[in-house]
């Protein structure tokens, strides 16, 4: 399983890193994990053409998230020299295909094809849940403490390998429970602590995950203006993980 990171950003402009986006592969399937703007251009910069894409998998609803899933769809149906002939599968919380039909009654007939639409797949936003991807990767979720639909993600191989991403959160037991046994962790590290805004981690709750639940490394990315960077990465460190910040085109292989 091959995991790059797209955007390791937040929604503050920055010309070095993107908002949050992902890219799992594995035997071939190509599945995108969230996506703000520009993710077309920073897949075409991982190698991958958007419209090859078999599948999607979103955190929450917020724009910073899933922003670029109109121009994808767009583009999936506008590709003349590539036309698509299969769905485009997505998994993402309860509300996602209400919110997918707001889109489409938005741009009405431009975010399908003849041969194809967008099809959703909903996990529930008050327990476990469970899907299988293209690739034969597991995805398992359990609800974030945020908002818009928000699940922590779980990508699990069968060989045994395993992926968790945070996606945006607040202090989460769900977060340490997916997160035991992990080979990696890839959270949020948005704010200092008493931040007055919620709803996202400090260094201090991330060093306790850690220090619960044992993933075998952790990156941790999405950091707003203001958070010292190096002294998140200290107090993580400390709990005997290797952790490092991630950046835009970071690959993790497992």
Not at 34 to 40: A, E, L, N, S, V
Not at 120 to 144: F, H, K, Q, Y
Not at 186 to 211: F, K, M, S, W
Request: aromatic share 6%; hydrophobic share 40%.
């Amino acid at each position: 399983m091959r995991f790059t990171i797209l955007g390791s950003g937040t929604t503050i402009p920055d010309a070095g890193r993107g908002p949050a986006g992902f890219l799992l592969e594995r035997d071939g399937a190509r599945v995108l994990i969230d996506g703000g703007g520009g993710t077309i251009q920073r897949l075409a910069r991982a190698g991958v053409d958007a419209r090859d894409l078999d599948g999607g998998v979103y955190s929450h609803r917020h724009v910073d998230h899933c922003g670029e899933l109109v121009p994808i769809l767009f583009t999936m149906r506008v590709g003349a020299d590539k036309p698509r002939l299969r769905d485009y599968p997505i998994v993402a919380g309860a509300g996602f295909a209400e919110f997918l039909a707001q889109l489409k009654a938005v741009y009405p007939g431009w975010l399908e094809g003849r041969q194809w639409s967008p099809k959703v797949t909903e996990l529930p936003l008050d327990g476990p849940g469970e899907a299988r991807l293209p690739g034969g990767v597991t995805l398992r979720t359990l609800p974030a403490n945020h908002s818009a639909g928000a699940l922590h993600l779980r990508f699990e191989t069968p060989e045994g390998r395993s992926l968790v991403f945070s996606g945006d959160t607040g202090p989460s037991e769900n977060l340490v429970t997916l997160t035991r046994g992990a080979d990696v962790l890839v959270t949020e590290c948005a704010v200092e602590p008493n931040d007055p805004y919620g709803g996202h981690l400090c260094a201090e709750d991330i060093a306790q995950i850690v220090r619960v639940a044992r993933p075998g490394r952790v990156l941790l990315t999405h950091f707003y203006p203001g958070v010292d960077v190096e002294r998140a990465l200290r107090l993580v460190a400390a709990e005997g993980v290797e952790v490092r910040r991630a950046e835009d085109g970071d690959v993790v292989t497992l």
